[in-house]
């Protein structure tokens, strides 16, 4: 079955780091791009950050830019956001989705239920 | 403020046709950037309708379609049916050197 997962949410203090795991299962991994996109409660979704199918290509929404890294490790079929300096505003669920090519310009075809970050005092 | 324009709502009677709006801007739809559709019901992850434009990924009903053209795009649905009222999204790119990804506000379609 193709599938991702993620993981590594949880509730952390403002100003904390946190990373966020994606697990890919059931298709080439490396054949495909791969995205982070958030949706905080009640709100619409936002696309967070985008990696290429190797690594060398990379994007950030300009909210997480400079405190977000996203990553992948082709080996372990597995994608990981770096988040640090966390703000009130990241609280979300996190969906790690997969492109339907090699860049992550693609429509998102595989999604994963989300990993929910909390950002609280 | 999104900076793709979604309506943030539609609603029709089942059977009927239904057009959601993205209007976007020279930086991004009107330079080119592909524009991606999905449905998303409540509770649930989303789903991609459409990709790149007005490609529809198998299992997806051809009574949706997508179309794009200057600075904006356009989903359609006929024959609506009461299955698919849920929040409809459309996506592109800023086509410069930041390549960050965009989404509607989003669109919740009600069948009367």
């Known amino acids: 079955e193709v599938q991702v997962v993620e993981s590594g949410g949880r509730e952390v203090r403002p100003g904390g780091s946190l990373r966020l795991s994606c697990a890919a299962s059931?298709?080439?991994?490396?054949?495909?791009?791969m995205s982070w996109v958030r949706q905080a409660p009640g709100k619409g979704l936002e696309w967070v950050s985008g990696i290429n199918w190797n690594g060398d290509a990379t994007g950030y929404a300009d909210s997480v830019k400079g405190r977000f890294t996203i990553s992948r490790d082709n080996a372990k079929k597995s994608l990981y956001l770096q988040m640090n300096s966390l703000r009130a505003e990241d609280t979300a669920l996190y969906h790690c989705?997969?492109?339907?090519?090699?860049?992550?310009?693609?429509?998102?075809?595989?999604w994963g239920q989300g990993t929910t970050v909390t950002v609280s005092s | 403020q999104s900076v793709l324009t979604q309506p943030p709502s539609v609603s029709g009677a089942p059977g009927q046709r239904v057009t959601i709006s993205c209007t976007g801007s020279?930086?991004?739809?009107?330079?080119?950037?592909?524009v991606h559709w999905y449905q998303q019901l409540p509770g649930t992850a989303p789903k991609l309708l459409i990709y790149?434009?007005?490609n529809r990924p198998s299992g997806v009903p051809d009574r949706f379609s997508g179309s794009k053209s200057g600075t904006s795009a356009s989903l359609a649905i006929t024959g609506l049916q009461a299955e698919d009222e849920a929040d409809y999204y459309c996506q592109s790119y800023d086509n410069s050197l930041s390549g960050s990804g965009l989404f509607g506000g989003g669109t919740k379609l009600t069948v009367l």
């Open positions: 989705a997969r492109t339907t090519g090699s860049s992550y310009y693609y429509g998102m075809d595989v």
């Open positions: 020279s930086s991004n739809i009107g330079a080119g950037s592909d």
């Open positions: 059931g298709f080439t991994f490396d054949d495909h791009g």
């Open positions: 790149g434009n007005s």
